[in-house]
């Protein structure tokens, strides 16, 4: 390594609540040094942005395992997987990635998420694209104590199911049962982490809260997410070719902000695999 290779993040923040700028060259990224430093300032901020970096596949790979434990979109794989609405790239999920399009957190179907992917950027959106974020963490932190209080033991299933209305309103009976077997997951609505803070866990595979009546859980639901997207916690990447962004599963929701469907946007995903289990 030259001696001129810094060892400390330069970063800059985006806004108070959410985001930093990364402003390291490649060679720095890649050199592993700053690998656990970028995943305190990844767990403090929710999102870290990392402008034109233009990362080959094999670099981003390489820098995804500098963060944490490479978790593989297929078994025994190391691939990047594209994510696109292609059906000619991407014939298994263009369909599911309609759900990205409304706010979520992946893998909760999941006992343990993903602890965070890395998305970057090889072809824009001609209109629309930008993809969202919100800190489930600061949205949870300014809740009154009174709110606080109100959802501390409450719990939501999550399905993807669920989220099949919001693209498609009249949904064949057998697409339903299709994605009905993927099955539920019931978590719980606030999220005590090892580490002492708390986040919120809703997003558009919230179902319902448990034990609650449909229209008082329908409230809770809508009005969080209402409350944690609000322009206080949340921040809106435009992206640019090359750019590449990280985000925190556990603490943040994101969505695919709508786009042409036709485009050919395309972005190549890694991900972090989760340590700790939602609780
Ligand atoms: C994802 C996702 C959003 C986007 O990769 O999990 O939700 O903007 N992507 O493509
Ligand atoms: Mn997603």
């Given at each position: 390594m030259s001696v001129d290779v810094l060892t400390r993040v330069v970063a800059e923040q985006i806004k108070p609540s959410i985001g930093s700028r990364v402003l390291n060259s490649k060679a720095e990224l890649l050199s592993g040094e700053l690998g656990p430093k970028l995943r305190a300032l990844l767990e403090e901020r929710g999102?870290?942005?990392?402008?034109?970096?233009?990362?080959?596949?094999?670099?981003q790979i390489a820098f995804t395992k500098t963060m944490g434990t490479?978790?593989?979109?297929?078994?025994?794989?190391?691939?990047?997987?594209?994510?696109?609405?292609?059906?000619?790239?991407?014939?298994?999920s263009a369909e599911y990635l309609k759900g990205s399009l409304y706010w979520h957190i992946d893998g909760t179907m999941n006992s343990v998420?993903?602890?965070?992917?890395?998305?970057?950027?090889?072809?824009?959106?001609?209109?629309?694209?930008?993809?969202?974020?919100?800190?489930?963490?600061?949205?949870?932190?300014?809740?009154?104590?009174?709110?606080?209080?109100?959802?501390?033991?409450?719990?939501?299933?999550?399905?993807?199911?669920?989220?099949?209305f919001y693209y498609e309103p009249e949904p064949s009976l057998a697409k339903l049962k299709g994605m009905q077997a993927i099955g539920e997951n019931e978590l719980p609505l606030v999220w005590k982490h090892a580490s002492g803070r708390k986040s919120l866990v809703i997003g558009c595979t919230a179902h319902r809260v448990v034990n609650v009546p449909a229209d008082e859980s329908a409230r809770v639901i809508v009005g969080l997410r209402e409350w944690a997207t609000q322009e206080e916690f949340s921040y809106s990447h435009e992206w640019s070719v090359g750019d590449l962004v990280i985000w925190d599963n556990t603490g943040t929701m994101h969505r695919a902000e709508a786009y042409d469907p036709k485009c050919n946007r395309m972005m190549h995903r890694t991900k972090l695999q989760g340590e700790e289990p939602f609780e």
């Open positions: 999102v870290l942005v990392f402008p034109k970096i233009n990362f080959t596949d094999e670099e490479f978790a593989p979109e297929h078994r025994g794989g190391e691939e990047i997987h594209k994510i696109t609405l292609d059906v000619k790239e991407n014939p298994q998420p993903i602890l965070a992917s890395l998305l970057s950027c090889k072809v824009p959106a001609t209109w629309g694209g930008n993809t969202g974020f919100c800190n489930t963490y600061a949205a949870y932190e300014a809740l009154s104590d009174e709110d606080k209080a109100k959802y501390e033991a409450m719990r939501v299933a999550h399905s993807v199911w669920a989220t099949v």
